[in-house]
C-alpha cells in the first residue's frame, strides 16, 4: 500500500458531501426555474390583421383559433381593411380581388374586366362550400368562443364612420394603437397578415 491511500480515503467522504450539496444546489434552482415558468403563465400570441378581402379573413382567424386550442392567449388587432372582417354585416360580403393575385386562375387583363371580382368571390365561395370549411362568421364565432381577443381599432371604426354595434358580440372596440404595440411587447409571437 501506498503512503497516499489513507489520505485518498479520507478524501472520498469530503467528496461525496461536496457533491451532494451541489446536487441539492442544483436541484433548488431547477426546482425555481419551474415554478419561474409555470408562473409566467400561457404563452401570448397578437396578430395584425390589416387586409379584410375574403381571402385575407381566414389566416388571422385560423391561426388564432389554432393557437387558442393549444393553450395560448391570443390577441387580434384587426386595423384599416382588416375592420371588415370583425363588421358583422360587411364581413358576410368579403369579396376576392381577381387582379394582382399570381394565384388566381384568371390572367390580371380579365380579371380587371368588370364584374370579374364577383366571379372569382363565387368560384372561392363555392370552394369553401364544396370542401366544407367554415365560413368567416362560423370562425369568429369559434375564435371567442376560444377565447381569442378579436379588437377592432378604434382609429380606423372613426376613420370609416362605424359605430360600436356594428360589430359581432365579444369584439374588443375602442382599442387603439398603443395598446396593440404594449400586446405585442409582451407577446411571445406577433405577426402581421
Request: aromatic residues 6%.
Amino acid at each position: 500500500m501506498s503512503a497516499d491511500t489513507p489520505a485518498s480515503s479520507d478524501a472520498a467522504p469530503e467528496a461525496v458531501a461536496d457533491l451532494q450539496t451541489r446536487i441539492e444546489e442544483l436541484e433548488a434552482e431547477v426546482s425555481d426555474l419551474r415554478t419561474e415558468v409555470d408562473d409566467d403563465g400561457p404563452q401570448k400570441m397578437v396578430i395584425i390583421a390589416t387586409k379584410g378581402t375574403l381571402d385575407m379573413a381566414y389566416p388571422p382567424l385560423i391561426l388564432a383559433s389554432t393557437a387558442a386550442a393549444f393553450g395560448y392567449e391570443v390577441t387580434v388587432f384587426h386595423t384599416f381593411w382588416g375592420l371588415e372582417i370583425l363588421h358583422e354585416e360587411n364581413s358576410k360580403n368579403l369579396q376576392l380581388s381577381s387582379v394582382g393575385n399570381p394565384n388566381m386562375p384568371v390572367p390580371n387583363v380579365i380579371g380587371a374586366l368588370p364584374g370579374m371580382d364577383r366571379v372569382t368571390t363565387r368560384m372561392m365561395r363555392n370552394r369553401i362550400a364544396d370542401n366544407e370549411v367554415a365560413s368567416v362568421e362560423e370562425l369568429i364565432e369559434t375564435a371567442i368562443a376560444s377565447g381569442v381577443d378579436l379588437q377592432a381599432c378604434q382609429m380606423t371604426i372613426d376613420l370609416l364612420d362605424y359605430d360600436e354595434e356594428d360589430f359581432y358580440d365579444g369584439v374588443t372596440t375602442g382599442v387603439g394603437a398603443a395598446s396593440a404595440f404594449q400586446d405585442m411587447v409582451e407577446a411571445d409571437i406577433q405577426l402581421l397578415v
